[in-house]
């Protein structure tokens, strides 16, 4: 597939098929729209579609046996709904994902100047500034390695997402920045 004209997309991507990772398990997900157009249309990709992050994470760990590494994506309100799926198949089987999560309410996230900033206690958007602050700590209590893609140097992070959760047989994270994508608030 042509590049994009996206600078992180386009590097992201073009890490992704260099580290062989064809599969995308995926629930709707405002921050990685950009991305899941590429994957739905490029035929290097495999998606598959679920209804709910408990569900996208067993279909990821049934490819991880199959022999395949897959991308789990979801956005990280949804990381708070998979922990039941992620403790008892990936972490405690020691099955290898990626999970690839957007970063929604980052703490100082790099925000395109023309988005308003994520105020706490903003009625409208106090939940999403209460998932960013608990991202990192989340994935820190599962003892997920994560790390956030923010730049298009950051896709570097795909290839190191793949070998820690082969080496480490179990969940890595790629948090997603709003920068990723076209999310505006």
């Keep these: 597939m042509a590049p ?3 600078p992180i997309a386009d590097r992201v991507i073009e890490e992704m098929k260099a580290a062989g990772i064809r599969w995308i398990v995926t ?3 405002s921050t990685t729209r ?3 157009k590429i994957w739905r249309s490029d035929p290097f990709f495999r998606v598959v579609g679920a209804v709910h992050e408990e569900e996208a994470v067993s279909i990821g ?5 199959g022999g395949q590494l ?3 994506v979801m956005e990280n309100a949804g990381l708070f709904h998979c922990g039941d799926a992620l403790r008892n198949l990936a972490i405690d089987m020691e099955i290898p994902i990626i999970l690839g ?3 929604l309410g980052r703490p100082k996230a790099n925000l395109p100047p023309d988005t308003p900033e994520v105020v706490s206690g903003d009625s409208a958007f106090s939940h999403i500034d209460q998932q960013g602050r608990l991202t990192e700590p989340w994935l820190r209590f599962w003892g997920i390695p994560g790390g ?3 730049a298009p140097e950051g896709a570097k992070l795909v290839p190191w997402a793949a070998e820690t959760a082969r ?3 179990g969940p890595a994270a790629l948090m997603f920045d709003v920068a990723v994508g076209d999310f505006k608030l």
Excluded: F
Aim: some cysteine; glycine content about 8%.
């Design 34 to 36: 950009v991305l899941q």
């Design 70 to 72: 897959p991308m789990v």
């Design 27 to 29: 629930l709707p997900d």
């Design 167 to 169: 080496r480490r047989r």
């Design 101 to 103: 999560t957007s970063y």
């Design 4 to 6: 994009t004209g996206h």
């Design 61 to 65: 760990c049934g490819l991880s046996i």
């Design 148 to 150: 956030i893609i923010d």
